[in-house]
């Protein structure tokens, strides 16, 4: 069982910049985010495998930046450029898969989530 905690999260304007972390407490092999804005699907947002390899949708490419510690069990996303579209609530979530994914239902693990709200 890995438990996640993630943090960072709170109020930017848009083209703004926000930081968000989560805390693993074992390791895993991906790691990801995802998101869900009121009355939409859960999405992923970037993912980081094994592998090193990344993954990102598309809406955010070129503006966030996923990136994981081992050593210090935890992952990062750097948050530039905002949206008021990238308003919503953010989960870290964790799997035992080798290579990164953007679909939900490969994570095992997931954290109880961090808004993030972004203003026009």
């Known amino acids: 069982q890995v438990q996640l905690v993630e943090s960072g999260g709170g109020s930017e304007q848009a083209g703004g910049s926000l930081r968000l972390a989560c805390a693993a407490s074992g390791l895993t092999s991906t790691m990801a985010w995802f998101r869900q804005a009121p009355g939409k699907e859960r999405e992923g947002v970037a993912a980081i495998g094994g592998d090193k390899g990344v993954r990102y949708t598309d809406s955010v490419k070129g503006r966030f930046t996923i990136s994981k510690d081992n050593r210090k069990k935890t992952l990062w996303l750097q948050m530039d450029s905002l949206k008021p579209e990238d308003t919503a609530i953010y989960y870290c979530?964790?799997?035992?898969?080798?290579?990164?994914?953007?679909?939900?239902?490969?994570?095992?693990?997931w954290g109880q989530g961090t808004q993030v709200t972004v203003s026009s």
């Open positions: 979530a964790a799997s035992g898969r080798w290579f990164a994914s953007l679909l939900p239902g490969d994570y095992a693990y």
